[in-house]
């Protein structure tokens, strides 16, 4: 056991696993939560760097999963990823309505209960690093991904307020903004037919958790994680209107792009 320990949600595999590492090279004691039966061997994996490393298998898409995941954070919190996030892709009026709202419960009502559960306890030692995994869709409309995209709007909005909230009081809150990752999201999300799920290119999620976990340690607002490529279409979408970013992104997203020239 180490004196410095952080919890990473969404830790068994992707982004999550990789902000994981960071924390476990870093010499960090690792609590990783996920709902499927992988995170048991995050856990075994992430003691290869001679930390101490545990696993929750929780469905944090519940209010129980959530629950369960407070509840086996039994010491102080040095470092939290609020990384748990999926997506659904598809035209709005086609997708499952069970489906988005099940993104809504992982992607936005986790991110609230957790963070209200290990906030407060921070603030009241002073100090503590809360990371957000946002994403680069969160600064442009998302057609095609739409409650995706809304969500993470959402996730970087709650971040920066949160941030401001508590900024004298020791702790800070960092928004990670990954672009297109090599990652399982897009096979889960239904998106392999668009052309940015074919996309062969994505940025290294390894990349990525490092951005993150830079941007956290030194305490910044906000970085866009990932490919030089993927950090200036975060800078040129602070300039762009809406509907050019939204009609960029259907490029991108539409079903069916993948088979595009």
Known sequence: MTDTFAVV?????????????QFAEHGFDVLVAAEDDGITAAA???????????AVQADLATYDGV?????????????IALNAGVGVGGDFRETDLDAELRLIRLNIDSVVHLTKRVLPGMTARGEGRLLYTAS??????A?????YGASKAFVLSFAEAIRNEVKDSGVTVTALMPGPTDTEFFARAG????????DDSKDDPALVARHGFEALMKGD??????????????RINE?????????MHRKLSEPGSADDE
Request: proline residues 5%.
């Open 221 to 234: 607002d906000a970085v866009i994680g990932g490919s030089l490529t993927t950090r200036l279409q975060g």
């Open 239 to 247: 300039v762009l209107p809406e509907t050019v970013k939204a009609a």
């Open 191 to 198: 998106m392999l037919d668009t052309k940015v799920g074919a």
């Open 9 to 21: 949600t969404g830790g068994s595999s992707g982004i999550g696993l990789e902000l994981a590492r």
């Open 136 to 141: 680069i869709a969160s600064t442009m409309p």
């Open 143 to 147: 057609p095609f991904e739409a409650v």
């Open 44 to 54: 075994t994996s992430l003691r290869g760097y001679g930390v101490g490393a545990r």
């Open 67 to 79: 629950e369960t995941l407070a509840a086996a954070i039994d010491r102080p919190i040095d470092a």
